[in-house]
C-alpha cells in the first residue's frame, strides 16, 4: 500500500495502529460539523478502519492518515476512493483535518499528494470532491486543487456543494506551473 510523503506530512494507509488517533479526530464536534453532523464513537471508529482496510486490498485506494514529520502525531486524514453513488471509473477525494492544524495550508498540501496518486498512479479520468456547502474552508482547498464547482448535489443523503477534476485539466495545471 502507498506511502504517500510532502514536504511536512507522510501520508499513510489508515491501519489499526491508527485507532486512538482517529478516534480523537472523528470525535471531535468541530472536525465532524460539516461531515456527518456529528461526533464518531469508538465502534465507529473501528469499522471505518476496517472498511478502510477492504478497500485497500480490493480497490488500491482508500483513507490515508496524514501524519506530521516533526511530531509524528496523526493530524488529519485523506481518501481517494471510488465514487459512492455513481457509476463509472472516477474517483472521489476527500478529507478532515485536526482543529488546531486548520489555516495552515495541510489540507491543500496532503490533497495534491492524494490528487497526483488518483492522477498519475490510478490513471482516473477525473476526480470529485464534495462538501457542505456552508464548509467554506474545504471548497477553497478543491479550488486550490482546480476543482470546478459543479452544483449542488445529493450526495450521503444530504445536499452538498460538488466539485470536479478531469485528468486533462489536472495534466494542464501542472504544465502551467512547470512554466511559472
Known amino acids: ?33 460539516y461531515i456527518t453532523g456529528r461526533p464518531q464513537n469508538l465502534e465507529e471508529v473501528r469499522t471505518m478502519i476496517e472498511r478502510v482496510k477492504r478497500h485497500w486490498a480490493e480497490f488500491g485506494c ?25 457509476p463509472g471509473n472516477g474517483l472521489e477525494i476527500g478529507w478532515r483535518l485536526r ?26 479520468p477525473d476526480l470529485t470532491a464534495v462538501c457542505h456547502p456552508d464548509n467554506a474552508a474545504s471548497a477553497r482547498v478543491m479550488e486550490r486543487l482546480g476543482m ?6 445529493k450526495w450521503y443523503d444530504t445536499d452538498t456543494s460538488a466539485y470536479f477534476l478531469t485528468r486533462e485539466q489536472y495534466l494542464s495545471g501542472l504544465r502551467l506551473s512547470d512554466q511559472k
Not at 7 to 29: C, G, I, T, V, Y
Not at 148 to 153: H, K, N, P, S
Open 148 to 153: 470546478q464547482f459543479r452544483g449542488i448535489e
Open 99 to 124: 482543529r488546531d492544524k486548520w489555516g495552515q495550508g495541510y489540507a491543500s498540501e496532503a490533497a495534491r499528494a492524494m490528487a497526483a496518486f488518483a492522477f498519475d498512479t490510478l490513471h482516473s
Open 1 to 33: 500500500m502507498p506511502i504517500l510523503h510532502t514536504q511536512r506530512l507522510r501520508l499513510e494507509p489508515l491501519s489499526d495502529k491508527h485507532q486512538n488517533a482517529l478516534f480523537a479526530l472523528n470525535s471531535d464536534p468541530d472536525v465532524m460539523r
Open 62 to 86: 482508500s483513507w490515508w492518515a496524514w501524519i506530521a514529520i516533526n511530531s509524528g502525531e496523526l493530524i488529519g486524514a485523506g481518501c481517494i476512493q471510488p465514487l459512492a453513488h455513481q
